[in-house]
């Protein structure tokens, strides 16, 4: 592992194999087909059941490919990609040996089905499938080499693999105005986790990461409260869509580990009890940000952000950081996401459950002051 340090200035970054980022309205209509790896392509979609049944949006993608690309579509991916769905999916999808394709179309978990589908056809036909994903939500999960999705116990299954990342990302304002609001706007909040912990992260360098994140920061702290109020305006959504993407780009090959507490609660809070990650960001990060001001080197990362977010920085890196964490509460609050565990049924029996998930041990310190910002939710 290498870690990056600011005394010395030292880090490391390595890319990724993205090879386009596409942006701006109709960009799925102009440009999906120019980015298909061959003129003979054979594609499948992977997506959701709501996304298919309330919007247009997947049969004008079927429509684009037509009979000379188009080899199917899986449209039941539900929310954190229960393992049955996926399993479906990848039968439907290993059925046709003609597919190199997949296009995911949606949040987060079609995404992360689409990136698990090509890790079992690089485990049973020894390659990856080349992944196209149309993003509808600002969740990043196209950002990294990391597949989630969800066994029949309930529990967060992750499979990991540098082939994994996308080859293309296109971020249409035109598919993401079908979002729903409300997730539109906690998936920013998610966004915002990533950055914010990419900041204090040990291995995570200073370029272009951390540069990447305090863009990200002030880009979702202005547009998130303006497309609140201008749901429509597509400037704004594509300003969220390219902050989403600086949040967690900056990931690289290189970044160790977990992203970090928030992260760790997220997973915790997620699959077991039925909460999107987005909500899970809204009730864990501020708590988190104030926590970590705690510790002298974190404090110093996140105080960084506060001059990114509109505020004079007094010099001192705990008090900064604690500012940090009440301005992310008072984003929460304009956005009219300020939520409580209560409001997702988790009571205080499940504290010991939760925080042992999000540290992995169950007594200790970190396990009592984790617990305390678990009941400070409820």
Request: charged share 20%; proline share 6%; glycine share 8%.
């Amino acid at each position: 592992m290498t870690e990056s340090t600011e005394h010395p200035l030292s880090g490391l970054w390595k890319p990724t194999q993205l090879q386009a980022l596409q942006y701006g309205p109709s960009s799925v209509q102009k440009h999906l087909l120019s980015h298909l790896p061959s003129d003979s392509s054979k594609a499948f979609i992977i997506t959701g059941a709501s996304l298919a049944a309330k919007t247009s949006l997947v049969t004008q993608v079927e429509s684009l490919l037509g009979s000379k690309h188009l080899a199917g579509t899986f449209s039941n991916i539900k929310q954190h990609a229960p393992v049955a769905h996926l399993d479906q999916a990848t039968d439907a999808v290993f059925k046709d040996p003609k597919i190199d394709t997949l296009i995911s179309i949606g949040g987060g978990s079609p995404i992360d089905s689409a990136e698990a589908i090509s890790y079992r056809h690089h485990l049973k036909q020894g390659k990856f499938l080349y992944h196209i994903t149309i993003p509808t939500t600002l969740s990043a999960a196209e950002c990294t080499l990391i597949a989630g999705y969800t066994n029949e116990s309930g529990n967060k299954v992750t499979v990991a693999h540098p082939q994994l990342i996308p080859q293309v990302i296109i971020y249409d304002p035109t598919f993401a105005k079908e979002t729903p609001q409300p997730l539109w706007l906690s998936t920013g909040i998610r966004s915002l986790d990533h950055a914010v912990e990419l900041m204090y992260h040990p291995t995570a360098s200073e370029v272009p990461t951390k540069q990447l994140c305090l863009a990200a920061l002030a880009h979702l702290f202005e547009f998130l409260p303006k497309c609140k109020k201008e749901p429509g305006n597509e400037d704004y959504i594509t300003r969220l869509q390219l902050a989403a993407f600086s949040s967690l780009y900056g990931l690289g090959l290189n970044i160790k580990g977990g992203l970090g507490l928030s992260h760790a609660l997220g997973y915790a809070l997620g699959a077991p009890y039925g909460i999107p990650h987005g909500t899970t960001s809204c009730l864990t990060l501020a708590n988190v940000v104030r926590l970590k001001a705690e510790k002298p080197e974190d404090a110093e990362q996140i105080a960084k952000i506060l001059p990114f977010i509109g505020q004079a920085r007094s010099g001192d890196d705990k008090e900064d950081a604690i500012r940090v964490g009440d301005a992310i509460d008072g984003l929460l609050n304009e956005l009219g996401l300020d939520t409580s565990l209560k409001d997702h049924n988790v009571g205080e029996d499940q504290i010991p459950t939760i925080a042992k998930l999000a540290t992995g041990v169950d007594k200790g310190e970190l396990f009592d002051r984790v617990s305390a910002l678990i009941r400070s939710k409820l």
